[in-house]
Nanobody
Framework: QVQLVESGGGLVQAGASLRLSCAASGDIFSRYATGWFRQAPGKERESVAAISWSGRNTYYADSVKGRFTISRDNAKNAVYLQMNSLKPEDTAVYYC?????????????????WGQGTQVTVSS
C-alpha cells in the first residue's frame, strides 16, 4: 500500500500560481499511476490531471489545460501540480490519488489511494 500526503495549498489572488506536492510512502512509487482530483463545496469530485507510471503520459481536464502542469519524480516519491493563472473557480480541496492498475481515469472510484487533501482558495 502507498500513503499520500499533500502540501502546498493556500489562499491566493486570481492570476497567481501555486505548486502542490504529494509525498508518497510505503511502497515503490513507480508502481503507481497518480493524479489530482478536486472537490469544490457542493460539487462532486472531478479529475484535474493524471500522469502515468513513468511520467511519459499525462492527462488534463479541459478546464485546466494550458494552466496546470502535472509532473512526478519517482526517485523522490513525489508528484506535483503546478497551477498557474489561477481563477476563483479553481477554489477546491485538491486530492492526490494513486493506483497500480489505472491511469488517466476520471472516475474517483477507480483510484484505491487518496491523500487527505489540501485547500486551495483563489480570491477575485
Amino acid at each position: 500500500q502507498v500513503q499520500l500526503v499533500e502540501s502546498g495549498g493556500g489562499l491566493v489572488q486570481a492570476g497567481a500560481s501555486l505548486r502542490l506536492s504529494c509525498a508518497a510512502s510505503g511502497d515503490i512509487f513507480s508502481r503507481y499511476a497518480t493524479g489530482w482530483f478536486r472537490q469544490a463545496p457542493g460539487k462532486e469530485r472531478e479529475s484535474v490531471a493524471a500522469i502515468s507510471w513513468s511520467g511519459r503520459n499525462t492527462y488534463y481536464a479541459d478546464s485546466v489545460k494550458g494552466r496546470f502542469t502535472i509532473s512526478r519524480d519517482n526517485a523522490k516519491n513525489a508528484v506535483y501540480l503546478q497551477m498557474n493563472s489561477l481563477k476563483p473557480e479553481d477554489t477546491a480541496v485538491y486530492y492526490c490519488v494513486a493506483d497500480r492498475a489505472t491511469w488517466g481515469s476520471t472516475v474517483p472510484d477507480d483510484y484505491d489511494y487518496w491523500g487527505q487533501g489540501t485547500q486551495v482558495t483563489v480570491s477575485s
